[in-house]
Nanobody
C-alpha cells in the first residue's frame, strides 16, 4: 500500500504564494502517476496537475497554467506544488493523488489519496 501525506496549506492573500508538499511512503512505492486534485466548497473535485512518473511529463489544468508548478524529488519520495499568484477561486482542499494513469479528468484513475490540506485565499 501507498500512503500520501500533504502539508503546506494555509491562509494567504490574493496574489500570494504557497508550496504544498506530499510525501509518499509504504510497502510499495510503485505508481505511474502522481499529482494533485482539489475540491472547492460546493464543487466537484478537479485535477490540478500531475506527473507521469516514468517520462516526467507534466499536465496542468488550464485554470492554473502559468501560476502553479509541480515538481518532485524522487530521493525524498516527495512531490511539490508551488502555487503563485493565488486567487480566491483557488480556495479548496488540495489532495495528493497517485495512480496508474497521469491524467486530470477522472479521479477514479487514482488509487491513492492523501487526507487533504486546506488552502484559503482571501483578503
Amino acid at each position: 500500500q501507498l500512503q500520501l501525506v500533504e502539508s503546506g496549506g494555509g491562509l494567504v492573500h490574493p496574489g500570494g504564494s504557497l508550496r504544498l508538499s506530499c510525501v509518499a511512503s509504504g510497502d510499495s512505492l510503485h505508481y505511474f502517476a502522481i499529482g494533485w486534485f482539489r475540491q472547492a466548497p460546493g464543487k466537484e473535485r478537479e485535477g490540478v496537475s500531475c506527473i507521469d512518473s516514468n517520462s516526467g511529463s507534466i499536465n496542468y489544468a488550464d485554470s492554473v497554467k502559468g501560476r502553479f508548478t509541480i515538481s518532485r524529488d524522487n530521493a525524498k519520495n516527495t512531490v511539490y506544488l508551488q502555487m503563485n499568484s493565488l486567487k480566491p477561486e483557488d480556495t479548496a482542499v488540495y489532495y495528493c493523488v497517485a495512480g496508474e494513469i497521469p491524467e486530470l479528468y477522472n479521479e477514479d484513475e487514482y488509487d491513492y489519496w492523501g487526507q487533504g490540506t486546506q488552502v484559503t485565499v482571501s483578503s
